[in-house]
């Protein structure tokens, strides 16, 4: 009996969705007021980091892979500021919002991805230099968020370290 293949977008997509279930389960069970505590000298929270993965995806697969101008109305009345490569990721929003905003994004992000030839060519541009390789196309993206989202799970991982003692959450 021959294995049924899987495609190189369900495991770019299976990877991706690993790393956002760590992040989401690393921060589960911290309270609103933990989710909103810098635990680093740079200043970064929880909750604040959540915010930047959503703006991350946000970024990558609907302006840069599928050329969109992605707008976020938040139910609080709260703007969010324009973009600072310099800030801390902080967030006057309650967390149950941002959690809520990063999966709605990682739902729209999956939509894109599956709605995309892998070898597609970028519709869109980042609007500021890349100090990196050269994005070239749909994969690139899907690597590139897998990339970022793991690396910003070890960072949600050593905070909840150092928040309550809680180690060895989310998938492995």
């Known amino acids: 009996m021959t294995e049924p293949t899987t495609s190189e977008?369900?495991?770019?997509?299976?990877?991706?969705?690993?790393?956002r279930g760590a992040v989401l389960a690393i921060i589960e069970g911290l309270g609103e007021d933990q989710l909103h505590?810098?635990?680093?000298?740079?200043g970064w929270t929880p909750i604040g980091l959540v915010l930047h993965l959503a703006g991350a995806e946000a970024l990558w697969f609907?302006?840069?892979?599928?050329?969109d101008n992605p707008q976020v109305a938040w139910e609080d009345g709260i703007d969010d500021p324009p973009y600072d490569p310099e800030a801390s990721f902080t967030t006057g929003h309650s967390s149950a919002a941002v959690i809520d905003r990063y999966r709605r994004?990682?739902?729209i992000s999956?939509?894109?991805?599956?709605?995309?030839?892998?070898?597609?060519?970028?519709?869109?541009g980042l609007g500021f230099d890349w100090p990196g390789e050269p994005i070239t196309d749909v994969r690139w993206v899907a690597l590139h968020l897998i990339e970022e989202t793991a690396r910003h799970a070890g960072h949600l991982d050593a905070a909840r370290e150092l928040l309550d003692?809680?180690?060895?959450?989310?998938p492995r």
């Open 9 to 19: 977008r369900d495991r770019l997509q299976y990877f991706l969705d690993q790393q």
């Open 37 to 42: 505590t810098p635990v680093l000298p740079s």
């Open 62 to 67: 609907q302006r840069v892979a599928q050329g």
């Open 105 to 107: 994004q990682c739902r």
């Open 110 to 124: 999956n939509e894109i991805l599956h709605s995309l030839d892998l070898d597609a060519p970028l519709r869109g």
């Open 165 to 170: 003692g809680v180690t060895g959450l989310g």
